[in-house]
Nanobody
Framework: QVQLAESGGGLVQAGGSLTLSCAAS????????MGWFRQAPGKEREFVAR????????DYSDSVKGRFTISRDNAKNTVYLQMNSLKPEDTAVYRC????????????WGQGTQVTVSS
């Protein structure tokens, strides 16, 4: 089992920055990808970014590319999402997720953290 705990959400003005953290505990050696998803009220959950723990590569949705950066601190088993140039449309609940090597899906999820961007 893996547990994920997010932190770092909050209220920020448009153009501002926030950094989200996702600390993983438990069988972290089993993980293949860690990523961030978000869901705004009345909308479907959407992929934001992911980090390949084996290859050290990152992927982003087109809506955040160039503004958000995902990174990992191996020693702390923590993944970060640095969000710059925030827009009101970035307002959502952001959830961290982790995909184990043996499962072709994001299987572990954090509880979510609210990000609100005011105009």
């Amino acid at each position: 089992q893996v547990q994920l705990a997010e932190s770092g959400g909050g209220l920020v003005q448009a153009g501002g920055s926030l950094t989200l953290s996702c600390a993983a505990s438990g069988r972290t050696s089993s993980l293949y990808h860690m990523g961030w998803f978000r869901q705004a009220p009345g909308k479907e959950r959407e992929f934001v970014a992911r980090f390949s723990l084996s290859g050290g590569t990152a992927d982003y949705s087109d809506s955040v590319k160039g503004r958000f950066t995902i990174s990992r601190d191996n020693a702390k088993n923590t993944v970060y999402l640095q969000m710059n140039s925030l827009k009101p449309e970035d307002t959502a609940v952001y959830r961290c997720a982790a995909r184990p090597r043996e499962i072709d899906a994001y299987y572990y999820w954090g509880q979510g953290t609210q990000v609100t961007v005011s105009s």
